[in-house]
Nanobody
């Protein structure tokens, strides 16, 4: 499986941005897709995850109510709609895919359970 993230850019606080993650290869093996981010000087952190076959979404507390994760199964694409962006959202955003199926969405907040990673796309939010 290969993942290609895109859609990052420079925006102002309060603006919106939509990130895309295009999946190719053995995409039928993907059970869930997650978005993570890493700000300069900080550790990578979970942002959102979506489980494909059984449904389910999870968000970090810092983005809940502002970000929305979605998928387009027809095109094997995944999206992260980011609204009301804040300067603290500035980071490189990565999409990741997991072959593993978990009952509890909380497991998908752990980056270690994701098997495939995209290259990252930079989001910069100015104040």
């Amino acid at each position: 499986v290969q993942l290609q993230a895109s859609g990052g850019g420079l925006v102002q606080a309060g603006d919106s941005l939509r990130l895309s993650c295009a999946a190719s290869g053995r995409t039928f093996t993907i059970d869930a897709v997650g978005w993570f981010r890493q700000a300069p000087g900080k550790e990578r952190e979970f942002v959102a995850a979506i489980r494909r076959r059984r449904g389910g979404r999870r968000y970090s507390d810092s983005v809940k109510g502002r970000f929305t994760i979605s998928e387009d199964n027809t095109n094997n694409a995944f999206y992260l709609q980011m609204d009301s962006l804040r300067p603290e959202d500035t980071a490189v955003y990565y999409c990741a895919a997991s072959r593993l199926a978990y009952n509890e969405m909380a497991y998908y907040t752990n980056a270690n359970i994701f098997n495939y990673w995209g290259q990252g796309t930079l989001v910069t939010v100015s104040s």
